[in-house]
């Protein structure tokens, strides 16, 4: 890599994270316009982030892969923060803003850990490999 690649490399690595996290979001409101986790939304997640990093980098392969699976990832992992959010607040009748500034960081990782079955972890990975299998091909 040479040293004017790095500022694109990391302005990448950031537009990748902030789709991630939009992504995510979005999966939780469509979660719980459901009612339920809906852990297989992981796949159009994947898809949806493949197609974006796929216009957005010049050169599709690798790189290309590994943006769209870190996205996913960080939309999966974001996505279990906001739903164990939501639990606590419901549970305690808070708001979300006052239960994440209450319960911390730290609370709402453990608590999303401990509510995804390796079920959920299957589905979070199939949509990861999916994102970086769409993202590795060619435009036609």
Not at 11 to 19: K, R
Not at 68 to 94: Q, R
Request: glycine share 10%; with cysteine; charged share 10%.
């Amino acid at each position: 890599m040479k040293a004017r690649d790095v500022p694109l490399f990391v302005f990448a690595l950031f537009c990748a994270a902030m789709m991630g996290l939009a992504v995510g979001a979005t999966w939780m409101v469509a979660a719980v316009y459901l009612r339920q986790t809906a852990p297989w939304l992981g796949l159009p997640a994947g898809a949806v982030l493949a197609w974006a990093v796929r216009h957005w980098i010049r050169r599709p392969g690798t790189g290309a892969a590994l943006l769209a699976a870190f996205a996913t990832a960080l939309a999966a992992l974001y996505f279990n923060v906001l739903m164990a959010t939501i639990k606590l607040a419901g549970s305690f009748g808070m708001g979300l803003s006052e239960t994440v500034r209450t319960a911390g960081a730290g609370l709402l990782l453990d608590l999303a850990k401990l509510s995804m079955s390796p079920a959920d972890l299957a589905w979070y990975a199939l949509g990861t490999l999916l994102a970086a299998g769409l993202a590795w091909r060619r435009k036609r």
